[in-house]
């Protein structure tokens, strides 16, 4: 390269950091500007090469509010349950989620969630909360054991498996059979299954910023989510052409079905599709990740899995497990509860600075965010705080538990979120990871084959790297 050629490469890099510098000019009281690694670039490359990784170090380097440069956006980053109470508690009118989670249109379709006007959301929101509702959940828990017990029913004495594909596979089975309903399951899972992973592999971190670039997998997405439309379009017109074989269904789509807003219309078919395809999104990896890592972590503690399935013997003892039973697994919630501590399944929840808001710290520290920020709380870093959770890389699931209770602290605790946007479906969750986990142990004991494997933190959701193999073997029948 001669001298000329560098010297015009110099030069625009100059007006480009000049340009950079000056267009985020801040307030005074705006959080500091972080960045790590070489100028430019180099806050990307190292955010790319470990998101949690850069958030902590940031975090250690600027403090419990910093603000970083990416993609020409500032992002501005709120560590820690005291910092990130506003939030939690701010509405969409301050801090904004559908202008963030505006990208998922291309997966749920116009009209839904993120793209529904505030009012229609929250009906929608509202009738997703109906159909989870204490009387439908105990409905779901015996769907949910003879979808496990079909599954494992040819496993034999012992063998090995590949958890994560095994518990992904019966997360979306018994997600069907509840949320879908048995028509569904019984004669369409097939293609239904198939068309939500070609949905599922649309999106990526690239579609966050361009959600309908015209690459393969977008083209996939889409042609697969009209097919899901055509699919169960056919399923809602039998439905509603024949309504008395459909007075005692407790799926969700019948409730997507039935739902009538308060202006008097109802969903199409592409809207009960798409609210359809929201709830398993919501649903499906969170819950096959978080049963994956409560098992496996479990297990890398021998002497807690052995207290596990004491607990599964003395609540299940060799019967069916039932909605009674699910409640009592105290030790079992709590190992789900720390499995999302340590790993939760979404490593950053964002939302958009609607116009300035302010931000104390818990000694009193005070800062301003600047109107159009993205504003990011991090529960992957926030839940391994040390003065938080007490040795937070030790799985602990008794840190849950009287008299310790360490997850009191208004918004320590995220494994679902928290405040008025916390996930609604939490306790569908929790009863699906319990009552798969409660019905293999019951039956078989599991032991880790290798190391306790390291997150992917370069999935959307955030499971085990590689393929986490178990050994099996059955256990003695309990009297």
């Not at 000056?22 to 190292?46: C, N």
């Not at 969409?92 to 291309?106: N, R, T």
């Not at 958009?352 to 710290?361: L, N």
């Not at 310790?404 to 479906?425: I, S, V, W």
């Amino acid at each position: 390269m001669d001298l000329d050629m560098i010297t015009i490469i110099a030069a625009g890099i100059a007006v480009l950091a000049l340009l950079i510098m000056i267009t985020s000019r801040r307030a005074k009281d705006a959080p500091p500007m972080a960045g790590l690694g070489i100028p430019l670039i180099g806050t990307f490359i190292e955010f790319a090469k470990s998101p949690v990784g850069f958030i902590m170090e940031a975090y250690k380097k600027f403090g419990s509010v910093y603000t970083v440069r990416m993609m020409g956006q500032n992002l501005t980053f709120l560590i820690g349950p005291d910092v990130s109470a506003p939030f939690f508690k701010s509405a969409d009118s301050v801090l904004s989620q559908p202008e963030v989670y505006g990208f998922m249109k291309a997966v749920f379709g116009a009209d839904v969630v993120y793209d529904a006007e505030p009012k229609m959301r929250k009906e929608q929101m509202l009738n997703m909360a109906q159909g989870l509702r204490t009387d439908r959940l105990k409905s779901y828990v015996p769907k949910i054991v003879k979808e496990t017990e079909d599954f494992i029913k040819d496993w034999g004495d012992e063998g090995e498996v590949d958890l994560l594909s095994v518990l992904s596979d019966l997360t979306i089975l018994t997600a069907s059979r509840c949320l879908h309903g048995d028509d569904v399951r019984e004669n369409l899972f097939g293609k239904v299954s198939l068309l939500y992973h070609d949905l599922d592999q649309g999106i990526t971190p690239f579609s966050f910023f361009f959600p309908n670039a015209p690459i393969k997998a977008h083209k996939t997405r889409d042609k697969a989510r009209k097919e899901m439309v055509k699919l169960f379009g056919k399923v809602i017109a039998e439905r509603r052409a024949n309504p008395e074989k459909t007075k005692n269904n407790t799926d969700i789509l019948q409730v997507f079905i039935d739902m009538e807003y308060k202006n008097g219309k109802k969903n199409t078919d592409d809207q009960i599709t798409g609210l359809l395809i929201a709830l398993l999104f919501a649903g499906q990896h969170t819950s096959s990740v978080t049963s994956t890592w409560t098992a496996l972590l479990a297990s890398s503690r021998p002497e807690i899995m052995q207290r596990v399935l004491a607990e599964v013997d003395e609540v299940v003892g060799g019967e069916a497990v039932t909605f009674d039973m699910v409640q009592k697994l105290e030790l079992m919630h709590n190992c789900m509860k720390e499995a999302l501590r340590m790993h939760p399944p979404l490593i950053m929840l964002m939302r958009k600075a609607m116009k300035d808001v302010p931000i104390e710290s818990k000694e009193g520290k005070k800062w301003t965010i600047p109107k159009g920020d993205i504003v990011i709380t991090a529960p992957s870093v926030a839940m391994r705080l040390p003065h938080v959770f007490k040795e937070p890389d030790l799985f602990d699931p008794d840190r849950f538990a009287a008299p310790r209770e360490e997850h009191k602290t208004p918004y320590a605790y995220l494994g679902f979120g928290g405040g008025m946007h916390q996930c609604m479906g939490q306790q569908f969750g929790y009863l699906q990871v319990k009552t798969i986990l409660a019905t293999l142990f019951s039956k078989y004991e599991i032991e880790m084959l290798g190391p306790l494997p390291e997150p992917d933190y370069t999935a959307m959701v955030v499971g085990p790297k590689g393929h986490p193999m178990v050994r099996y073997k059955r256990r003695a029948p309990k009297n």
